[in-house]
């Protein structure tokens, strides 16, 4: 009997892991490039601990390097880089479970990689493009589109030009695959958003393009995703901010119910300033953003 309801619970609990789905944004610091070395097995504790079902990542900028790891640390799961990254050859990726979901095509839109400039279908653009995934859920074979995204950093009057003109890119591209019937669409990755906790122009530009699209964002469940020097470089006090999200419309795929959470060094000091010891390897070795994990259920 002992034995049947510990094998119940364990049926219980697969299930409820496959019932959901989990999504996960993380930005990690400029992966491997030559003078920054990713603390792998940091990164690795971190991400075992999210159980991600679709892992989408920024600022790789060693590819083979990235793949490698994810074929290390995480058999069975695959992954796709774009081909453009900006000027500091940060790509945008996609890391899934096979088992949960199937990706049939992805491509990049480069019309977010230079604004109001053409690009060639060979050429890139000076800052990131967006990489397009076209999903299918496995269990209910409900097709979503997933869209990962670095846009524009800064807090000048010209970066939230570029900014802005950004955010209207997307805004397009949403009222394009809804025009082509695709309705389960999610936009996730390093916005940027600057003013989002102080209310600024680009909070306002940032909801006015949720609004229109009629989303929602996590950035209204988390207090920060990111951490940085703050104004005072030389204090030791590094100052938390909310710059990443993860954006969908209400009842994604049919979903009800959703939890978010952030991890790493956020979730360690509880978003408050803290100090470059206090936020620990996660920070100093990995990435100054943190994940963040939306579960829908």
């Known amino acids: 009997m002992r034995f049947l309801t510990l094998s119940m619970m364990a049926w219980m609990l697969s ?25 792998k097995a940091a990164l690795s504790k971190i991400l075992s601990d999210l159980n991600f079902d679709i892992l989408q990542v920024e600022e790789i900028v060693n590819t083979h390097s990235f793949r490698n790891y994810i074929n290390s640390e995480f058999p069975g799961y695959n992954v796709v880089l774009s081909k453009c990254g900006g000027g500091g050859q940060q790509k945008i990726g996609f890391v899934y479970n096979p088992a949960k979901v199937v990706l049939h095509k992805y491509y990049e839109d480069k019309r977010v990689s230079d604004p109001g400039v053409v690009i060639g279908d060979f050429g890139c653009g000076r800052l990131r493009p967006a990489l397009v995934g076209m999903f299918e859920e496995r269990k209910t074979a409900k097709k979503f589109v997933v869209i990962g995204v670095h846009l524009k950093a800064g807090g000048s009057e010209r970066s939230f030009q570029k900014r802005f003109k950004q955010y209207e890119i997307l805004g397009q591209m949403l009222d394009e ?41 996590t950035g209204d469940d988390v207090q920060c995703t990111s951490y940085w020097s703050g104004l005072n470089r030389h204090d030791n006090i590094e100052e938390s901010s909310l710059l990443d999200h993860i954006i969908f419309p209400k009842n994604l795929l049919g979903y009800s119910k959703l939890s978010v959470q952030t991890a790493s060094h956020c979730k ?24 963040i994990l939306a579960r829908f259920e």
């Open 15 to 39: 299930f409820s892991a496959y019932s959901a789905l989990n999504i996960v944004t993380y930005n990690i610091r400029n992966f491997d490039s030559k003078g920054d070395q990713t603390n």
């Open 177 to 217: 695959l809804k025009l082509a019937n695709h309705h389960d669409i999610i936009v996730l990755g390093d916005f940027n958003t600057t003013g989002f906790n102080i209310r600024n122009r680009d909070y306002v530009k940032f909801t006015e393009m949720l609004g229109d699209a009629k989303f929602e964002t």
């Open 268 to 291: 360690k000091v509880k978003c408050r300033d803290a100090s470059v010891r206090d936020l620990g390897i996660s920070y100093s070795q990995v990435s100054d953003h943190c994940p």
